[in-house]
T-cell receptor
């Protein structure tokens, strides 16, 4: 079975540009999560969806960040405009049900210069 | 709210030696507990999980962990480490009925010959 698929794997962009990260969860999984990993703050939950509905976005750092899940097989995390402090690894993850194992993608490594 | 503490930032062990990585959690009831491993430049891979039942759980790659309710701990162990075990290890917790996976700050494991 395919795991959680993220794209792009690596992106380097200039400050001020829009960045869109994409995620395809595991088929049949009802919940999807976006995490950010940095040296300073470790792994932080940004937002999660259940049945395509955003449940908790309290971890989204500011209005420059937005996430959508238009259907059960696709989600995006957008940063507009991007800033150097947004440089991090962004992980998407999914789980079939509450309390079950959460499976992670390989991450999108973002560098904003 | 749940939280996880990994008191050891960095541990160095000799190849073939035994290993124990510490994890303490804070939650009002028995949570779901996980250990993930992250190799450099890679995503997070699930090593093992505890939901209920036997408090000693076996995982992949020869790892095991023991849930101790009285100590609010879920320490990871391996009797004999291999050079390939060098990685970052994360303990994580999900509250029952919750979906938010909260990570500890991680323990970096270095293996010396």
């Amino acid at each position: 079975d395919a795991g959680v698929i993220q794209s792009p794997r690596h992106e380097v962009t200039e400050m001020g540009q829009e960045v869109t990260l994409r995620c395809k969860p595991i088929s049949g999984h009802n919940s999807l999560f976006w995490y950010r990993q940095t040296m300073m703050r470790g792994l932080e939950l940004l937002i999660y969806f259940n049945n395509n509905v955003p449940i908790d976005d309290s971890g989204m750092p500011e209005d420059r960040f937005s996430a959508k899940m238009p259907n059960a097989s696709f989600s995006t995390l957008k940063i507009q405009p991007s800033e150097p402090r947004d440089s991090a690894v962004y992980f998407c993850a999914s789980t079939p049900t509450v309390g079950n194992t959460i499976y992670f993608g390989e991450g999108s490594w973002l560098t904003v210069v | 709210a749940q939280s996880v503490t990994q008191p050891d930032i960095h541990i160095t062990v000799s190849e073939g030696a035994s290993l124990e990585l510490r994890c303490n959690y804070s939650y009002g009831a028995t949570p779901y507990l996980f250990w993930y491993v992250q190799s450099p430049g890679q995503g997070l891979q699930l090593l093992l999980k505890y939901f209920s039942g036997d408090t000693l759980v076996q995982g992949i790659k020869g790892f095991e962990a023991e849930f101790k309710r009285s100590q609010s701990s879920f320490n990871l162990r391996k009797p004999s480490v291999h050079w390939s075990d060098a990685a970052e290890y994360f303990c994580a917790v999900v509250g029952v009925g919750n979906e938010k996976l909260t990570f500890g700050t991680g323990t970096r494991l270095t293996i010396i010959p």
